[in-house]
């Protein structure tokens, strides 16, 4: 297996580590299991470390459809751009909110740390890069857009938020779309950045 097939294998390793980690919290909870399951997989970090996950399998495996989609560099990009955003998130406003226990610290560690250094290591460090067309950027905006989107419909419904900055019933509609406004904005800015970077790293 070549160092770039080891280096993703592991990124995967990582990325669903952390998402088991943080599932096995559930398990040692008395609660509705599938009400809270679908909660669990409502949080950005987690759909965005199974992106990660899913895309770094692709790399490892060498071939085919995955692998051919996980390689191309607008997507690798993306990637990028999610889970680091995931990352600054996180260690901004969300790490006082860590879940007691081992469980919780070696999960957050995974999914917040490891997990987004070890892909951004290995989007530097291997090719292809370049080719990607100035409007990606607005592109790579739209799935945390429509992520918040529909937390804010379910919030509606059931009362659940993700996370405090979207919450509606706290803050108010006003002030809920102006933190995903300035959201929106953080992902379009570093967009911009990335694939300015990975430009430059086409170059060398």
Same mark, same amino acid.
Do not use: W
């Given at each position: 297996?070549?160092?770039?097939?080891?280096?993703? +294998?592991?990124?995967?390793?990582?990325?669903? +580590?952390g998402i088991a980690l943080h599932y096995a919290i559930l398990l040692t909870r008395d609660v509705d299991m599938l009400y809270y399951s679908i909660r669990f997989l409502s =949080?950005?970090?987690?759909?965005?470390?199974?992106?990660? +996950?899913?895309?770094a399998i692709g790399v490892a495996l060498g071939r085919g459809r995955l692998h051919r989609w996980a390689t191309r560099p607008a997507v690798r990009t993306a990637i990028s751009l999610h889970i680091l955003v995931v990352a600054i998130v996180f260690h901004l406003l969300l790490g006082h909110m860590v879940p007691p226990g081992a469980l919780g610290w070696w999960g957050n560690l995974l999914l917040h740390t490891v997990t987004p250094a070890a892909w951004l290591a290995c989007w530097?460090?291997?090719p292809p890069h370049g080719g990607i067309d100035p409007v990606a950027p607005l592109r790579w905006i739209v799935f945390p857009l429509i992520f918040a989107g529909w937390s804010l419909a379910r919030g509606a419904i059931d009362g659940f938020y993700p996370y405090f900055f979207l919450?509606?019933?706290?803050?108010? =509609? +006003?002030r809920t779309l102006a933190n995903i406004a300035a959201l929106g904005f953080l992902f379009f800015a570093v967009g911009h950045a990335l694939r300015a970077i990975d430009l430059r790293l086409a170059r060398t």
């Open positions: 297996m070549s160092i770039v097939r080891l280096a993703h +294998a592991l990124v995967a390793l990582s990325a669903l +580590a =949080y950005f970090t987690i759909q965005t470390n199974a992106l990660v +996950a899913a895309a530097i460090a291997f919450d509606a019933g706290q803050f108010g =509609y +006003a």
